[in-house]
């Protein structure tokens, strides 16, 4: 198929990306790359161990170290963080880890201008893009500037073997989301559309043989690959039906980032593939059903996906309102966002059946 428009405008921005087995190793050599010599690490409690193993790699060039990152970037840690930077006199951020760590680099960015370096260690996406989600009093917000795209980003595969296989599977289907999403999206350009396929197409192959043997390293690093794919064309054009959903349900409910993701995906794809048949075509091919929802659907319970929100802690009672949520401000979508509709999806997608148009 073609991925030819009459019009289209793509502005890519000036990110430096590098793709390789250790290319951690490197990091002194990029840090210098940028004119910096003062690194503040950041991760996750979780994975301070790795910030250590990162200030190692760093030597003198490491100014610091922090590891409080959360998952919705809180603003009163952005805000310590920031402080913190300004304290050590931090001339750049090196951020290792997932969605929640590439947003706490970003939020400092903000805040004081720092260039970044981001090694990502989920298949999130975040690295790629020029989107902050932040939390303040409850509430999430987002925002897109330039200020926050990271300028380097380092991915290497050694740093993924250790994400557990539950968590891996989500990450790759919250990626994956960002592609369904991106064949349909009103600024998709035919590259996009290219990354978008070709990103699919890579987790489909790979993803089963992560699952075979989590420590294979080709294998993980294909897994990479898909992701940076995915990313990038979540920070090139806009998301619709699928991602409000996830918003609306993480905001709203607190449900979990990655796992609402993969379960909502072929419902959301379901839904819109009513308006947008030909857009999901590569959908259904890669995945092997005449319908892209099924066909999603199918690759989530092969994989060993979660496939219910009421596993992930939403109660029947909160749907009404879920769908209330939902179907209110509603992004750009190809099929009107009809909240009886979306109330129908949402029961789906709660009791964990197959996805209904
Ligand atoms: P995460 O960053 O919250 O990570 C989840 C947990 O897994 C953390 O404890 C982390 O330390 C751990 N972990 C990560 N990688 C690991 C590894 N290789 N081995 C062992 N443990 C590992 O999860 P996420 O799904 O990557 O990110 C979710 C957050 O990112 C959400 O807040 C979401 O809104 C945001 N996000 C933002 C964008 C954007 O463009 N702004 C895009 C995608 C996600």
């Avoid at 952005?78 to 947003?103: M, N, P, Q």
């Avoid at 990271?150 to 073997?161: F, G, K, Q, S, T």
Wanted: proline share 6%.
């Amino acid at each position: 198929m073609s991925f030819f428009r009459e019009e289209f405008a793509a502005q890519w921005p000036a990110v430096r990306v590098r793709f390789g087995v250790g290319v951690r190793h490197d990091l002194v050599a990029e840090i210098k790359q940028l004119d910096c010599r003062r690194a503040l690490i950041l991760t996750t409690p979780e994975q301070a161990h790795v910030a250590e193993e990162f200030a190692g790699l760093c030597g003198d060039y490491a100014a610091g170290i922090f590891t409080r990152a959360r998952m919705h970037t809180p603003v009163a840690i952005s805000e310590e963080a920031a402080a913190y930077a300004r304290d050590i006199e931090a001339d750049c951020l090196v951020a290792i880890g997932g969605g929640s760590t590439t947003g706490l680099g970003k939020a400092i960015a903000l805040r004081t201008d720092l260039p970044q370096i981001v090694v990502p260690t989920t298949y999130a996406g975040s690295e790629a893009t020029a989107i902050l989600g932040q939390t303040e009093d409850g509430v999430k917000t987002t925002l897109t500037s330039a200020k926050v795209q990271p300028e380097v980003i380092l991915y290497d595969a050694e740093l993924v073997r250790t994400l557990p296989v539950p968590m891996t599977v989500t990450s790759a289907l919250n990626a994956i989301a960002h592609a369904a999403e991106g064949l349909y999206a009103q600024n998709r350009t035919p590259l996009t559309s290219l990354m978008a396929v070709e990103g699919m197409r890579a987790f489909r192959d790979a993803l089963p043989r992560v699952l075979d043997n989590p420590d294979d390293l080709r294998a993980r690093a294909e897994t990479l690959y898909s992701a940076w794919l995915c990313g990038t064309v979540l920070g090139q054009v806009g998301m619709a039906l699928h991602h409000k959903l996830c918003h609306t349900l993480g905001g709203g409910f607190d449900l979990p980032h990655a796992e609402t993701h993969a379960v909502v995906l072929p419902h959301a794809i379901a839904y819109n593939a009513v308006a947008a048949r030909d857009e999901l075509r590569p959908v259904a091919e890669l995945f092997g059903h005449d319908e892209p929802g099924m066909a999603l659907h199918r690759f989530a319970l092969s994989v060993n996906a979660p496939m219910a929100l009421d596993g992930l802690g939403l109660k029947e009672s909160d749907l009404d309102r879920a769908a209330d949520l939902a179907a209110k401000n509603p992004y750009w979508n190809p099929r009107p966002v009809e909240r009886d509709a979306i109330r129908r999806l949402l029961q789906a997608a709660w009791a964990g059946d197959p996805p209904v148009a």
